[in-house]
């Protein structure tokens, strides 16, 4: 007689010849093996179960998405196989007055395995997008996805376009960067020179000529302007001088002071003016704690 155990499961009967005893034990068919709630467990509720269950590749390139798809499909047999027992435990316990710390557990055993439900769908679907979108995109796609909020499945479709259009607009950057670096490949940096040796170092294609210094009124100076304006326009202007008119049309009263000696004696006048200068921004205070005021038209007045 042999005992072969396995978890909770024991097989007794006598050694098979020529057969190891593992190999007899896994001969057993798995629904055997199963708990009744876990035969129950709907598998489509899994996302991508449908591609991803049944699929083999025989060229070997998705062995290890398909490996992580069945370890992810375990996990929700497992939870959900939990949640199953624990609803037949409830129902079963109904109308039995329990202690409190029974009721807490069997909640808390609940909602893990709720938790781990949900945990188990959203690989799964992971796992699907990657297998459509081929491991070299959908993974990027799916980073793109997971540093996002997580939405409602009617957002999902939209987000997951969103990502898959950074996806290829970085690729897209990569290639053109790839193919910049190497149009420039074989080409030196270049050579960095400060502003005092590029004298030095590059010729000038320039020439010095002399240009006489003109000082005063374009009015006083209009036979020097003349041999380089060519506009009569703006030779009219040189001539004649400006005249600006005032915004109101009215001009300022005539005052003669001969000196600024002269502005003790208007200081009313010179006062006004000043004011009136500094509000229009023709002239400014200085100081604030010194008692008189300058401005461009020359008067100095004691400050109010």
Known sequence: MAKIASGMKTWMGPRPTGISKYTRYQKISAGDRKRPWETAVDLTQLPGSDRLELTRNDDGKDKGLRKQFLETQHHFVAHSASQLALNDAKKELEGVELPETVTLALEFLSETAEKGVARAKARAKILALVSDKGPEVGWKICEKLER????????????????????????????????????????????????????EAIPLCEQDVPVPRVAGRLRERASFWRTFVRSSYVMSWIERGFNLKFKDGRAPPRVHLPNHVSAVRHTAFVTDAVQECVLMGT???????????SCKLGYVAAAD
């Open 148 to 199: 996002k909020s997580y939405a409602d499945d009617e957002e999902d479709e939209k987000l997951m376009r969103k990502a898959e259009k950074e996806v290829k607009a970085e690729k897209m950057h990569a290639a053109q960067a790839a193919a910049a670096k190497g149009r420039t490949k074989g080409l030196g940096r270049g050579l960095e020179l400060s502003e005092e040796e590029i004298g």
């Open 283 to 293: 002239g400014r205070v200085p100081f604030t704690y010194v008692s008189y005021v």
